[in-house]
């Protein structure tokens, strides 16, 4: 199972989803199950995480130093099994750029992995906020990872309607 975790710049809620989503992984012995980020955004395609994202993940044991944002291409559209977005207006771009070969089912990342009781399903965008809002989406997407390795586990599978 190949999974794209998708926001905007991919320098803050992606790569923070992605290291929560390998520690889950890794913990359970989830091996068959790859992760990558990407943003819909080029702006800071090349660069490290934002210092803010990494030092979170690293206060949660979790190394994300090594990352760099891409954007999202159209080959990851076949590439990988599930696109799970950080919000709806993200959802919606994705949908947006969808080629006609596509084979990458889209999703809410929260939705996807079955994570009750947070909020709207959203990833809250914490680019101009402070270091309490990277703490909250940390909350979030640890949330969401731990359901979706429990979903696994459980042999259900996250559903999205599946
Ligand atoms: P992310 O946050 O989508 O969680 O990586 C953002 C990072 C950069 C920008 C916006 C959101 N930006 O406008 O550059």
Do not use: K
């Not at 803050?12 to 992605?18: G, I, K, L, N, V």
């Not at 130093?65 to 599930?82: E, I, K, N």
């Not at 799970?84 to 207006?89: I, M």
């Amino acid at each position: 199972m190949h999974l794209l975790l998708v926001c905007l710049g991919n320098i803050c809620r992606s790569p923070m989803a992605e290291g929560a989503l390998r520690m889950r992984l890794d913990e359970a012995g989830l091996r068959h199950v790859a992760v990558d980020s990407a943003g819909t955004g080029d702006w800071h395609a090349g660069d490290p995480s934002d210092r803010r994202a990494i030092a979170t993940a690293a206060r949660h044991g979790v190394d994300i130093s090594g990352l760099r944002a891409r954007q999202l291409q159209p080959a990851d559209y076949t590439r990988f099994d599930w696109l799970l977005c950080a919000d709806l207006q993200n959802l919606r771009d994705v949908q947006a750029r969808r080629p006609a070969a596509a084979s990458a089912r889209i999703e809410l990342f929260t939705r996807w992995a079955g994570a009750e009781a947070i909020g709207d399903g959203a990833i809250p965008d914490p680019y101009t906020g402070g270091q309490d809002e990277f703490e909250h989406v940390w909350s979030v997407v640890d949330a969401a990872a731990a359901a979706a390795v429990r979903s696994l586990q459980a042999g259900r599978g996250p559903t999205a309607g599946d």
